[in-house]
């Protein structure tokens, strides 16, 4: 959950035991907002389009605003969570993913913006932004690079925030840094970050470009050299993919 900004908080509700009494609940599969949830108690398996995440006390779940498949939970203990519904300027992650953390400001961080944002006291807005934003930095702290099995992956990672608009950055090359098969590789990067090495250069390359668009001194032609597309059009197609918009709808949105 990197490189992007809140442009709105929608709505802070919270989902008592007894909200939902059966064992397995279908849900509208069309999500208008990104969705942050934190799970206070109870477990249970959700299905959004093809990934599966299983959800426990302090875990927290991230669904990205979409078209999905399917949206089915089913629950093996009743539960309470609070659901944060918010917008961004782009993609917050290409794919949902639930963590569970033991980092205990989580909890009654999630308490007090539901609090805040019910209350809607003087400049609740900004209050309840400053915590999303403290939230999402607590996420991102606990998702670092770092400890047992997800380190074996820090030498591929390093390498690629610093060439990837080099060159072309093979999977044999990561294989080579990290010193595991490259499938291996695959897997703790999407553990990681929810998309396989691949995916994750292309969103480095997105990013840069997003920080070229809205400098503003160069046509889009020259960004997408830059960022390593000799066609425009081709560089035009992956930024909508990845920012939800066009780059001249960008530019437009941001200023």
């Known amino acids: 959950m990197n490189n992007f900004y809140v ?3 929608k709505s802070v509700i919270s989902v008592k035991k007894d909200e939902f009494k059966e064992k397995c609940t279908v849900f509208g599969s069309d999500l208008k907002y990104n969705e942050l949830i934190f799970h206070l ?10 990934c599966e995440m299983d959800i426990s006390e302090n875990c927290v779940r991230f669904m990205p605003a979409g078209k999905y498949s399917r949206y089915k939970v089913e629950r093996k203990q009743s539960g ?5 519904f918010f917008t961004s300027n782009r993609t917050v992650a290409n794919a949902p993913f639930a963590v569970k953390h033991d980092d205990k400001r989580l909890g009654p961080l999630f308490k007090k913006l539901f609090s805040l944002w019910n209350a809607k006291g003087c400049g609740y807005l900004a209050k ?6 403290e939230i999402i930095a607590i996420i991102n702290e606990n998702n670092g690079v770092n400890g047992g099995k997800i380190d074996k992956i820090a030498p591929a990672v390093s390498y690629i925030e610093e060439h990837f608009l080099d060159e072309q950055i093979s999977s044999a090359l990561l294989e080579s840094l990290c010193g595991i098969s490259y499938s291996y590789v695959k897997r703790l990067f999407v553990r990681r970050f929810g998309v396989p090495p691949k995916a994750f250069v292309i969103g480095k390359k997105i990013d840069y470009a997003c920080d070229l668009l809205l400098v ?3 046509k889009i032609g020259e960004i997408a050299l830059m960022c390593g597309y000799s066609d425009e059009y081709f560089f035009s197609r992956q930024f909508k993919k990845y920012v939800g918009l066009s780059p001249l709808q960008y530019i437009k949105k941001s200023k």
């Open 80 to 84: 309470e969570c609070i659901d944060v």
């Open 41 to 50: 108690s109870g477990e249970s398996k959700v299905y959004l389009g093809d």
């Open 128 to 133: 309840c932004m400053a915590i999303l934003y």
């Open 216 to 218: 503003g001194r160069m």
């Open 7 to 9: 442009t709105e908080i």
